[in-house]
């Protein structure tokens, strides 16, 4: 299958007559006014839409996700996850035994992620190719592409392989549609990242880890009393920002300068800053996207004390787009989740988030299938270690 090239991204730079796609808005923005009725200090500026894609256009990227990934009406937990641990497609990722690390004597503190039932979604990470395919000094294949970080993420877990050409043109025409509501910066070029993100009702899966509800639905109710995510079933430990930390959010809303806890200061920023993510979803099984902020009168508050309004909750549904915008990654947490009712007797529910970036880190990556991380590559296409 042919793959893009950062030629390809530089042709539609130089476009200037560019192809409209209409979309229909879904969900936003969030005015300022009706963010402070709900207890929020600022509003939101993300839009969810629904795009209206070229025939077959979904499907052809769809159709670069082997069978073997999506669940089954005959699975169970157990088939499913030896299925997906036995996958060369997936990103290898290890991940901390039980969400914690804690293990019994002889136990590795850290498990496989695709061979356990965890709710964490499954990845596969896809760029652009900066610098094509060549053999290095060590006698390796590898190629050079933009590398997206992750928190906690070992260096041994760093993956990517190169954009196949449909999943490109996915996210130009999904950029086409975006357009209306994008910076001047994200307009001048489409995507060059696209991180493929699994979840799978029977794993319950959730953008990070689960606790069982029993625990945190009382305290659920404080927060939001009659709020409609008391069913949810699951309630995320995994709230976060993408390249914000706490601490950042909490110095700005304090009205203070808060450089310190952003990607700004010292962080290697792998997103172009100030751009959009643009989150594409497909599947049979719709999720949640909740943002989530501290009370007024308690902005040091701990994380888990956020509030959550189902006016800030955003549908994701098949052929919906969510154009996130930066802002709002600065001054709200995400989490996303399946509720109750969707996960009931669905053993073949899923949902599929194609989410596309612009990103800036190059780096040199072994080619498919093993597609690891080997080195950090300078703006000239160099490798160094």
């Not at 793959?3 to 936003?28: E, K």
């Not at 060369?88 to 503190?109: C, E, I, P, S, T």
């Not at 995507?191 to 009382?218: D, I, K, N, R, V």
């Not at 997103?271 to 594409?280: A, F, H, K, T």
Request: glycine share 8%.
């Amino acid at each position: 299958m042919s793959v893009a090239h950062l030629s390809d991204v530089d042709g539609w730079r130089y476009t200037a007559q560019r192809p409209t796609v209409l979309s229909s808005l879904t969900w936003g923005p969030v005015s300022d006014s009706t963010a402070v009725l709900l207890g929020s200090a600022h509003g939101v500026k993300s839009v969810c839409i629904t795009p209206k894609l070229s025939p077959f256009l979904a499907a052809a990227a769809l159709g670069c996700i082997p069978a073997d990934v999506r669940p089954k009406f005959t699975d169970s937990d157990e088939s499913l996850a030896e299925r997906l641990g036995g996958s060369a497609f997936l990103d290898d990722a290890h991940v901390l035994r039980g969400g914690n690390g804690k293990r019994k004597r002889g136990q590795a503190m850290r498990v496989r992620l695709n061979a356990t039932a965890y709710s964490a979604p499954r990845r596969k990470s896809w760029s652009v190719v900066v610098e094509p395919e060549r053999v290095d000094a060590d006698g390796d294949s590898v190629l050079t592409l933009y590398n997206y970080n992750a928190c906690g993420r070992t260096a041994d877990d760093v993956r990517c392989a190169a954009m196949p050409r449909p999943v490109f043109d996915l996210g130009v025409e999904l950029w086409f549609a975006a357009m209306p509501y994008l910076c001047e910066e994200s307009r001048c070029s489409p995507p060059t990242h696209c991180q493929l993100l699994l979840y799978y009702s029977l794993f319950e899966s959730a953008m990070g880890e689960a606790t069982p509800s029993a625990l945190l639905l009382p305290r659920l109710s404080v927060w939001c009393p009659g709020c409609p995510h008391l069913d949810l079933g699951v309630i995320v430990s995994g709230r976060h920002h993408d390249n914000y930390t706490i601490h950042h959010t909490r110095a700005r809303l304090e009205g203070l300068d808060g450089k310190a806890g952003s990607t700004q200061a010292g962080q290697e920023n792998s997103q172009r800053i100030g751009s959009e993510v643009l989150l594409y979803t497909e599947g049979n099984t719709a999720m949640d996207l909740a943002l989530s902020f501290p009370p007024y009168n308690a902005l040091g508050c701990d994380i888990r004390d956020y509030i959550i309004r189902s006016k800030l909750t955003i549908p994701l549904r098949r052929g919906t787009l969510l154009i996130f915008k930066a802002c709002d990654d600065e001054f709200f947490c995400h989490e996303a989740y399946f509720r109750a009712s969707s996960l009931r007797d669905n053993p073949s529910g899923h949902r599929i988030c194609f989410v596309f970036r612009w990103l800036t880190v190059r780096k040199v990556f072994h080619t498919t299938p093993v597609c690891a991380y080997k080195g950090r590559a300078d703006p000239c296409g160099k490798m160094s270690v």
